[in-house]
């Protein structure tokens, strides 16, 4: 008889676990959902109006299923729950180990491992495992054999289904997805977790591999992603010497059907939780099976964007640091501190490296976000010269340097001809994101430094 998932948990309730349980529950409602997490602040928000994670469309969908077939639960009630499911996702955080073998590289699974040891603990009959969560390629055998603990007469099969969401578009991603991948051993096993996302993803667009495939397949598509935007921010630094545009350059290149039009925005650098993680994880992987060059060639992928933070934080620097480099005295209008607009995540966030970066030289920072709480921004940067400001109005006032970092569409309709007189004279705006009108800033008087554009004189 074909394998049927009517009761499903997942172990994870953030930025993946929670928002993908939530679209599954709203689309399956005969299928029973629990989600549980270790963090009880973090259950009680999801169990409130004020949800722990900012998704457009988020709160819709958690509304119509929560209470329905759509549960969050702490750990210790969701041990029953994790006994009565027919599959089991685990979808909790895999970050960059901070210590022992592969210390800076390898992904830390010890999240993942606990999750294993919890469902080998409770789980009765048999129960299909599913990684969610991103894991290095073979992570698998290490579930496996935790699993292999469990009571005699327990039975596990295990699926890699990576999840391919970017924050922000989470819920369009997780309703419209390019594809659905499930990777496995057991064609029955594949086929029932297919039979959920049919209910609403084309059979076309659910790829089903090998569970190494699948695992690599994740890696692989986050590296060539974070590729694209270290490829074009290597060209905005030949753009800005040589006056020509990297937003013409990019319309051009992507122009070509072969190399297409997306992610090629250059900016100030790529955040999140996964580019950088998940390519340190692909250079750890290459490196321990002797792959120098393709660890060396990944590696690069990282040290440009490590370097465009730098270069643009320094060219913040240049024009108001004094003969001896330093900033003292001098005030920055950060705005937009989350690695990209409609998220509150500051993981990894560009404005993490160049707000330190400004404030080892002195600079005191009035940082404007317009989802990032006061808390997040302290606790990446400390509160000495930090100062939150509610309004980019006030993050701006006496400003002798503006900053622009996350691409937050109302940065765009700012009105430079109201705020410019509340900017020092000789304020520098530097648009880290490429999303101001450069027209309308330089009409109000302004200098504008664009990514990839040489420096706009003044109208
Ligand atoms: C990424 C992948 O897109 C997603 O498929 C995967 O599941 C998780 O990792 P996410 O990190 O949420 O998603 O956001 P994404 O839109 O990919 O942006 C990552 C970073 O690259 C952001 O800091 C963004 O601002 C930056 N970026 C993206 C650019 O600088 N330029 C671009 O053209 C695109
Ligand atoms: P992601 O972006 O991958 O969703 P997050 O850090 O947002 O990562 O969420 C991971 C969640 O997993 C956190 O809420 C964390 O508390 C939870 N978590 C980690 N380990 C366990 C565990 N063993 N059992 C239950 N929840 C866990």
Redesign the pocket.
Known sequence: MALSLRKIACIGAGYVGGPTMAVIADRCPDIDVTVLDLNAERIAAWNSEDLPVYEPGLAEVVSRARGRNLRFVGQAEGAAYVAAADAVFISVNTPTKTEGEGAGKASDLRYVESCARFIAAHATGHTIVIEKSTMPVRAADCVKSILATARPGVTFDILSNP?????GTAIRDLEQPDRVLIGGERPESIAALAEIYRRWVPAERILSTGLWSAELSKLV??AF?AQR?SSINSISALCEVTGADVEEVAAVVGADSRIGPK???A?VG???S??QKDLLSLIYISESYGLTEVAAYWQQVVDLNQWQKRRFADLIAAPIADGAGSLRGRRIAILGFA??KDTNDVRETPAIDVCRRLLARGATLAVHDYRVTPESVRSELGALGVEVAATPEAALAGADGVAVLTEWSAYATLDWARLAGRLKVGAVIHDGRNILDAAAVRRAGLTLRSIGRGAQPNA
């Not at 999840?163 to 924050?167: I, K, P, S, T």
């Open positions: 999840e391919f969401l970017a924050e598509a986050n992603l935007v992610f090629l925005r900016s790529f955040g999140g996964c580019f690695f990209k």
